[in-house]
């Protein structure tokens, strides 16, 4: 029956570089934020199947300096959350800085503030393991060849049982130049498991690689290995990085992302158990499902994370983050509904990229309308808000205030290289200050734009085909801002944000 199977993607979403922990009956799991902040969202689940989002470990991401303003592909890469000694733990990589962590008593918080464990160029996605049998502690980690010139290694150290240091230079302990055929290792995860160290970590890049497995009786190596997870005959391209996690009842379980364009790295859950030979076997016999039975947990209600939004007096919800380190003033609470957005001033107004005060939420991965209505305050020319799709390349539409004091229905974009935007259909009379805004999102995140200025929705401009970033999908954005110059330009109000199926 329909209700005994599950069907993938499990999160269908822009959730890069899962990692998740069974803690009691509850499983959790963070992922990959990037530059945005807050950062390291937090997940809960009952039955691996139905998540909701319940919070950020990472309020601002530091140094602060750093992200004051848009860091698309850097800051937080590839996180693994742990529970040991009764916390919570995160570890992760920042590309420019070194590892880092953070850990908490309940996975709602208090978190604690970044703590540096180790400094370097190019140290990426760690992995840290307590290792019960002997009250050791070990870390693992990879390398980005952008920043290190190095790649398609795994480096081994000890680590001090607090996690707050290491205890040694670190050891090469798995060598992709060494194992013929496998290039680019990376985002391993660490395990104990019937005397062996287990390190699950992908190669061959995101687009058209393989998930691989790895095991020694000493954490050091020598290590072989095995592809336990790839595309087969299947439609998933690259089962790429993700994490273990048995159930209460003793069930195996695998989560892992796929790339999948503008779009982002969307979540999969694999079947997963041991062979005669006590290898894992991930999947149908090492292919991704499409469609399994469920995991053998309590029964929940069918969740998603939250996209819809009435802002209740003025605050947002978890799902929003800012592309950059937020700065007191973006948002106003107040009394009734609504997003009151200051037109905050930047010499940067023509391209939304630069802009760290654009509030963001994920690109959902199935055909959907996006809707939110706007009215904008502020009386300055050149004064806009409005509702964007943005990647390496740009669509919003939205409100402008034009020189005489009118406001108009404006349509923008911007191509990947382009460093202004133009029109993408012509500007219109907003009588009333106000609009309900509308984007399609339809098959290949190719979107379609319109308005309803009060007299019924209309089409504006061409379809934008979406891009994502570097490492990150597509985005939505809400936005005001003004160009640079004396006094306090006003503010934007947006309500009734919903997101619903086409």
Known sequence: MADETYENPVLNADWSDPDVVCVGDDFYLTASSFGRAPGLPLLHSRNLVDWTLVGHALERLEPAAEFDSPRHDRG?????????????????????????????PEIR??????????????LIDPCPLWDEETGEAYLVHAWAKSRSGIKNRLTGHRMHPDGTSLLDDGKVIVDGDRIPGWFTIEGPKLYRHDGWFWILAPAGGVETGWQGAFRSRDFFGPYEERIVLEQKDTDVNGPHQG??????????????????????RVVHLQPMSWGADGWPVLGDDGAPVAVHRRPALPPQPAAAPATDDDFPGGRFGRQWQWTANPQDGWATQHSGDGLRLSCVRTADAHDLRRLPHVLTQRLPGTPSAVEVELELHGEEPGARAGLAVLGDAYAWIGLQRGTDG????????AESAAERERDAAHPRTAPHGAVRLRIEIGAGARCRFAYDLGDGRRRSGPVFAATPWRWVGTLLGLFAL????PGRPGAATFTRFRISPL
Request: glycine share 12%; proline share 8%; charged share 20%.
């Open 406 to 413: 009118t406001v108009h229905l404006v349509h923008r974009f």
């Open 243 to 264: 994490g273990w996690v048995r159930t209460p009842s003793g069930e195996d379980w695998f989560l892992h992302f796929q790339q999948r364009g503008a779009y982002g």
């Open 482 to 485: 003004a160009p640079d110059g």
């Open 76 to 104: 937080v890469w590839a996180p693994s959350l742990r529970h040991h000694d009764d916390r919570f733990w995160i570890f992760w990589g920042d590309p420019d800085q070194g590892v880092f962590q953070v850990n908490a």
């Open 109 to 122: 918080g208090p978190w604690t503030r970044p703590h540096l464990v180790k400094e370097g160029k190019g």
